[in-house]
């Protein structure tokens, strides 16, 4: 299945880049190598530290984000959780 690299968000007509190490397998219409360098670039570049968010939970705290324009990644430092 193919999807596109640059999607719009019809709302604010922003692009996002819509790639992931998980289903992105290749950019279609470059050769293997330069698709590989480009994916490897994205991929380091979302997860560095300084564009995650971490949030502190407590009562009435609320949290809201576009899953059409953000990378999920579960960090493994959270167990066990403090209540």
Do not use: K
């Amino acid at each position: 299945m193919q999807h596109p690299v640059v999607r719009v968000i019809p709302e604010t007509g922003r692009r996002v880049l819509f790639v992931n190490t998980i289903f992105t397998q290749r950019i279609v219409g470059l050769d293997e190598a330069e698709s590989n360098q480009i994916l490897t670039t994205l991929y380091r570049h979302m997860m560095r530290p300084e564009f995650q968010v971490r949030l502190r939970w407590q009562p009435n705290t609320i949290a809201m984000w576009d899953n059409r324009a953000c990378q999920h990644y579960a960090a493994s430092d959270y167990f066990p959780s403090v209540a």
